[in-house]
């Protein structure tokens, strides 16, 4: 605690901060959240959040939902919204939570990427509610992108869906789009040259023709050859 408190090497100070978080007391969680209070150092200080989440404890959990509330370092926010998510499935109410109540659109992408990594129904619903009816576009986007990497049937559809759809706006179906080629070839490749040849809006077609090169798969050159061919 001396050397997280006053050494004066940052580096010295972390490496303390880290080691503070492997106490599993409320005392420990005490002297965390003053040292990230008061140290200048933001290193430190993300250093000290992770090692809050480190500690297991109840009230650590209360003091990174608070940073991720309201710091006013939107990076350090982020931060805290990572490793509350790190709780697994106890964190989805948490951050379910707080990204309904979170008016910043950057904050709420950030709570939506940690969302993501845990495997839970609700977290999905959740991905969909904000994809189909995000108040943001680039949060929108964001949601359709993280289901893009989300395996399953459901997620293909809606993906398969949205692209296609007349009513989503081009951004959103080229999102989708983008999402689709994040997805096994052999879901992702003939939906890709089918939108490329059908989509009524050229842009997603260009889209769609840019992730199908990216792709290398054989089906794609095929397409390519034909349509040069013409």
């Known amino acids: 605690l001396g050397v997280a408190k006053n050494d004066t090497d940052w580096e010295s100070r972390r490496t303390a901060v ?56 939107a990076d350090l926010r982020r931060q805290a919204i990572r490793v509350v998510g790190e709780r697994g499935e106890s964190a989805v109410d948490d951050l379910l939570k707080l990204y309904d109540s979170e008016p910043v659109p950057d904050v709420k992408r950030a709570v939506l990427t940690s969302l993501s990594e845990i495997k839970s129904t609700r977290v999905e619903d959740k991905l969909f509610e904000v994809a189909r009816n995000g108040e943001s576009m680039e949060v929108r986007k964001q949601a359709i992108k993280l289901l893009g990497d989300r395996v399953g049937q459901r997620s293909f559809e809606f993906l398969s869906q949205t692209a296609q759809s007349t009513d989503a706006t081009v951004e959103v179906q080229m999102q989708a789009v983008r999402s689709i080629s994040q997805r096994r070839s052999d879901e992702s490749v003939p939906l890709l040259i089918k939108i490329a040849k059908t989509h009524p809006n050229q842009q997603v077609r260009k889209q769609a023709i840019r992730s199908l090169g990216d792709s290398g798969d054989p089906r794609a050159i095929e397409y390519f050859r034909e349509v040069l061919a013409k």
Do not use: C, H, W
Not at 58 to 64: D, F, G, S, V
Not at 65 to 70: K, S, W
């Open 18 to 73: 880290r080691r503070l978080g492997q106490f599993e007391r409320d005392d420990a969680v005490d002297e965390l959240m003053k040292i990230y209070s008061s140290d200048q150092q933001l290193d430190v200080k993300r250093t000290a959040l992770r090692a809050l989440a480190e500690t297991k404890s109840p009230k650590a959990q209360a003091r990174l939902l608070e940073v991720a509330r309201t710091d006013n370092n």
